[in-house]
DNA sequence: GAATACAGTTAAGCTCGCTTAACTAAAAAG
DNA sequence: CTTTTTAGTTAAGCGAGCTTAACTGTATTC
């Protein structure tokens, strides 16, 4: 890095008020929603990584798998998640993101999205381009760092 | 907007990959240190907006009085928030975030931030400099946006 | 094929956040 | 000076998430 301390403090001051934002904004969504936070984090969590089992929930989020089941249970009954069987494994269940919670994940990612986007129409359209194609090289690594892993 | 399209699914990806990582990243985070989300919250509330009183807590996180109250009172005797007096209005209290608890949050941002260092660290120095670019556009954005309301 | 490990569920019980209701004390309004 | 708001606390009680423990059914292992 050429500047490492100016890099830093940029990057520092940027997260710091962008994950604030959004974290509120989560919090409130979900709110109004009627869900609480983690059966969120649990949609939020099948959006991003796709069907997995029970298993797996209570890995990533460091819970029982009692609690696992509980919660995704909740979820089921709310017809946000649906829990069938796995063929290649009976004793196992597959949990998929149902069409009424996928659209959930997106209008909140929406709200969220909203945001930005108007933040980015105060900008300048040359400086416009200038994010648009940092946050493409961000998002390009991120892709490559879990190829990785 | 030029390409608005393109503009759009640039900012939706970006924000769906950080986001979905930083929410787990301070959840885990929030875990680890033994607080719940809630009270979590509202110390990153206080280091983001600086001291404020038991009305605003309660606004804020669209809660009740009492249960500002109590959540506070928890984060007090943990060491975390420190209560005073407001001298110019004896019933209210003014809420700061304690050194203990001003480290907590900073410690967080820390790991949090890490994670975005090393993404940036596999980009090539011109493409770090975008990056960095981008972001002092945005946060600077943020700023004027917060100014005008 | 019997023993063991694995995936998930169910039930009991705890803690925590939250609400309402009742209350104290200070400020503002009349 | 009295009345009414405002700021916050305390107590009782409810619901949610989580844990442990006991259990079912299915794979694996030897």
Same mark, same amino acid.
Request: hydrophobic share 40%; aromatic share 6%.
């Given at each position: 890095?050429?500047?490492?301390?100016?890099?830093?403090?940029?990057?520092?001051? =940027?997260?710091?008020?962008?994950?604030?934002?959004?974290?509120?904004?989560?919090?409130?969504?979900?709110?109004?929603?009627? &869900?609480?936070? *983690? /059966?969120?984090?649990?949609?939020?969590? #099948?959006?991003? $990584?796709? *069907?997995?089992?029970?298993?797996? %929930?209570?890995?990533?989020?460091?819970?029982?798998?009692?609690?696992?089941? /509980?919660? %995704?249970?909740?979820? %089921?009954?709310?017809?946000? &998640?649906?829990?069938?069987?796995?063929?290649?494994?009976?004793?196992?269940? #597959?949990?998929?993101?149902?069409?009424?919670? !996928?659209?959930?994940?997106?209008? !909140?990612?929406?709200?969220?999205?909203? =945001?930005?986007?108007?933040?980015?129409?105060?900008?300048?359209?040359?400086? /416009?381009?200038?994010?648009?194609?940092? @946050?493409? @090289?961000?998002?390009?690594?991120?892709? $490559?760092?879990?190829?990785?892993?």
């Amino acid at each position: 890095m050429t500047k490492p301390t100016q890099f830093s403090k940029t990057l520092r001051a =940027w997260m710091d008020v962008f994950m604030h934002r959004s974290m509120r904004g989560w919090g409130h969504f979900a709110k109004s929603t009627g &869900l609480s936070m *983690p /059966q969120f984090s649990i949609l939020m969590q #099948l959006h991003h $990584k796709g *069907p997995c089992g029970m298993s797996e %929930v209570s890995e990533r989020f460091d819970i029982s798998a009692a609690a696992a089941s /509980q919660l %995704v249970d909740k979820l %089921v009954q709310a017809g946000y &998640l649906e829990r069938a069987e796995d063929p290649t494994d009976r004793r196992a269940r #597959l949990l998929t993101l149902s069409v009424k919670g !996928g659209e959930l994940i997106s209008q !909140g990612t929406e709200e969220r999205y909203r =945001w930005m986007n108007d933040l980015a129409a105060t900008l300048s359209v040359e400086d /416009q381009k200038k994010v648009s194609e940092a @946050l493409i @090289l961000l998002t390009n690594a991120v892709q $490559k760092m879990e190829e990785k892993k």
